[in-house]
Each structure stands twice: as structure tokens, then as C-alpha cells.
Nanobody, 126 residues
Framework: QVQLVESGGGLVQAGGSLRLSCTVS????????MAWFRQAPGKEREFVAV????????IYRDSVKGRFTISRDNAKNTVILQMNDLKPEDTAVYYC???????????????????WGQGTQVTVSS
């Protein structure tokens, strides 16, 4: 059974930090690109960051560059999103996603991902 379980969300003041984790089971983690997306109230889900399964490529959306860091621990089947200097506009539900065949040009698109977690709420107060 495929499972992606996110944790680490919460309420933080602007300028603070949170560390999101996504632990997976039911598929071979090392074969999958792992990404984070987010969805704010009334908005579409958007790409945040991705780490590829083979090349080590990492891509961020422009608004989080320099503040967020994505990493993966293949031994623990876990992908981490370290979020620093959080801003109110980062408030959203954050989802991790896994894609086996997603290619670099598709990594920012939801359609490239096969499995999704249930999401974890991040709220940044001003």
C-alpha cells in the first residue's frame, strides 16, 4: 500500500522556520523524484521544490529560492523541506508528491506525479 505521510506543519511568525518531513512506504523511494507543492486558500496548487531520483537535480520556485531547502534521505525513505525566513504568503497546505517517470521539463507540473500525501498546514502570521 502506497503511503506518503507529511508532518512538521504548524503556526509560526513571519521570519521563523519550519521543517516538513514526508516519509513514504509501499514503493521504491530511490526510483522516484520527490517534490513539494502547496495550495493556499482560494488558489491553485503550485510547485515549490523537487529533488530528482537519479541526477541529484534540485529545482525551486523562484519565490522560495534562498529560503527553502529540499533534501532526501534514501535510507529513511524521507524527503525534507526546510523552510526559513517564512513569510505570510507561504501560508498554505503543503503536499509531498512522488513521480517515477517525471522528467526535468515536467517537474513543476502536478501531472508528472503518481502519488500524493494528505497535506500538512503551514500558517505564517505577520
Amino acid at each position: 500500500q502506497v503511503q506518503l505521510v507529511e508532518s512538521g506543519g504548524g503556526l509560526v511568525q513571519a521570519g521563523g522556520s519550519l521543517r516538513l518531513s514526508c516519509t513514504v512506504s509501499g514503493f521504491r523511494f530511490t526510483r522516484y523524484a520527490m517534490a513539494w507543492f502547496r495550495q493556499a486558500p482560494g488558489k491553485e496548487r503550485e510547485f515549490v521544490a523537487v529533488t530528482s531520483q537519479r541526477t541529484g537535480s534540485i529545482i525551486y520556485r523562484d519565490s522560495v529560492k534562498g529560503r527553502f531547502t529540499i533534501s532526501r534521505d534514501n535510507a529513511k525513505n524521507t524527503v525534507i523541506l526546510q523552510m526559513n525566513d517564512l513569510k505570510p504568503e507561504d501560508t498554505a497546505v503543503y503536499y509531498c508528491a512522488a513521480g517515477e517517470r517525471v522528467i526535468v521539463s515536467q517537474m513543476r507540473s502536478q501531472s508528472g506525479y503518481d502519488h500524493w500525501g494528505q497535506g500538512t498546514q503551514v500558517t505564517v502570521s505577520s
